[in-house]
């Protein structure tokens, strides 16, 4: 009778915790029997192992095989333990050697005729055998994604008889590499936006700093054209934060396209959207809108009109930058650490307080139309500005072309570096004790807060959120102290308050 040990890893939300295919050929009538908590999909792998072994011309053992996933308590899904599950059984029968058993780990779906495919989920696989210090040997078609992880010792394999026969000796893996073909992803420039400087500034400030953004304003006026426009004047992504995002992509529905490697992504999510899609879930949890956007932009058109519940369900991940989803028998824990750019009308018809007084709307409609954003939700919002209707010939009027994105985005990067050497986190993440530390006010700046505290009713997040985008702007211009001009234009910023519904109802006289 015979008993091998092969590692492989499940997949938990962007985790991929370590599991031991245990093969085990005993006395009884010939039967395979799976257990370890497997899925349909899993489960199935009894018959896909069996139809590859005997078409690669192996043999099947005539014996009552017990194949064991432990830990038994970790749900296990998908096919990824196909390779894993047929090298014990050729090892426990004595047909292959088992000496690079404890060295690698194994991965891949088998296709009936011996054929290695590609799965999902192989970057944080990846990851974490090389934090194990551990080979890996993945299918031909996920070499690139695990090339990412830079681990040593990683092969890819077009069939179970090209590992069969690395086993034996007889002829050697290639190494994965990543993909040579990635592409240079051109991000649309600011340089196609006319006009709008107080709304250009803005957006640079929420670069520079991180920090979320809405954009208020009548229909036409720019606002989608700013917002997608955001990520080409973002910083460049470390190696740390592109691994992040790409191994949410890994697991996702779609998969990694490695054309997108270190490009900050952009999801814009339709305003019919419901809570899981938005944040993740499902029986089987899986990332949602704000996960793949994790180190890009979360772009929010037309604000109001998601469901109220959707939008609540953004608060926490806009404060921890995660989203944890527990199910009676599952968890699962995404990263979310995304910047949220809002777009939104003043009102139902979208021309409150537009000088062409097209709006009918009363003050009770556009008291409704704004009460579907909760206050707590605004008070996360760090920049809330208004993006006015522009002069009809500005469009035509020749004059030297606005500032293009590269020569905005040099800015960024330099006052992103000021706040990483400072406090290792741009300053839209700066805890209160950090505000505390790193936003100082004289006398004269804090007198200027406090009133303004006063007069526009700004709980104390607000306050701490000026803090932040005072700090910003001090960085922009390279000043160690956040002067009263810092922080007027820091409080400008917030004019979209409570007090835009009595402007709107003074607009319609």
């Not at 054929?115 to 299918?139: D, F, H, M, W």
Request: aromatic share 4%; glycine share 8%; with cysteine.
């Amino acid at each position: 009778m015979g008993l091998a040990l092969v590692h492989s890893r499940a997949g938990v939300g962007v985790a991929a915790p370590a599991v031991t295919v245990e093969v085990h050929l005993g006395n009884g009538l010939p039967r395979m029997s799976l257990v370890g908590l497997p899925e349909t999909a899993l489960r199935e792998a009894k018959d896909r192992v069996k139809a590859a072994l005997l078409n690669a011309n192996f043999v099947f053992p005539a014996n009552l095989i017990t194949i064991s996933l432990t830990p038994a308590v970790l749900p296990k899904e998908g096919s990824r333990f196909d390779l894993a599950i047929a090298l014990g059984i050729l090892a426990a029968s004595g047909q292959v050697p088992d000496d690079n058993f404890q060295q690698f780990e194994f991965i891949g779906e088998l296709s009936l005729s011996g054929e290695l495919n590609p799965v999902k989920g192989v970057l944080p696989v990846a990851l974490q055998a090389k934090e194990a210090g551990r080979g890996l040997i993945v299918p031909r078609g996920n070499g690139a994604e695990a090339a990412l992880a830079k681990g040593p010792r990683q092969f890819e394999a077009p069939s179970l008889l090209s590992v069969v026969a690395w086993l034996n000796g007889q002829e050697e893996l290639p190494a994965t590499v990543a993909n040579p073909d990635i592409t240079v992803h051109r991000c649309k420039d600011m340089a196609d936006v006319i006009g709008q400087p107080f709304a250009r500034r803005a957006l640079e400030v929420a670069a520079a700093g991180g920090h979320n953004i809405l954009l208020t304003g009548p229909p036409g006026t720019g606002k989608t054209m700013l917002a997608s426009r955001l990520p080409g004047i973002l910083p460049p992504l470390t190696e740390r934060e592109a691994l992040e995002a790409a191994a949410v992509s890994s697991i996702s529905q779609v998969g990694l396209d490695l054309k997108h490697w270190k490009v900050r992504s952009f999801r814009a999510p339709h305003h019919t959207a419901s809570a899981v899609a938005l944040v993740g879930g499902g029986s089987k949890p899986r990332p949602g809108e704000i996960s793949l956007a994790h180190h890009g932009v979360l772009f929010l058109d037309e604000l109001p009109e998601f469901s109220r519940h959707v939008l609540e369900v953004l608060r926490e991940p806009m404060e921890s930058g995660r989203i944890v989803i527990s199910r009676a028998a599952s968890y699962a824990e995404f990263p979310a650490r995304f910047q949220l750019v809002a777009a939104m009308n003043p009102c139902p018809c979208g021309y409150a307080g537009d000088p062409s007084g097209q709006c009918n709307c009363s003050g009770e409609q556009i008291q409704r139309y704004r009460a579907r954003i909760s206050g707590p939700l605004l008070d996360r919002i760090d920049l809330q500005i208004e993006v006015p209707r522009p002069p009809a010939m500005v469009m035509f009027t020749k004059g030297p072309r606005p500032e293009c994105s590269a020569s905005i985005r040099q800015r960024v990067i330099a006052a992103r570096d000021i706040q990483l050497a400072r406090a290792g986190q741009p300053n839209a993440h700066l805890s209160s004790l950090a505000v505390t530390k790193h936003c100082r006010l004289d006398q004269v700046c804090h007198q200027l807060l406090e009133d303004a505290a006063r007069q526009r009713f700004l709980s104390p997040r607000a306050c701490q959120r000026i803090l932040k985008v005072a700090r910003t702007l001090a960085d922009l211009e390279a000043t160690e102290t956040i002067g009263l001009a810092h922080l007027a234009e820091a409080i400008s910023y917030r004019i979209p308050g409570p007090g835009h519904i009595q402007y709107c109802r003074k607009s319609q006289g």
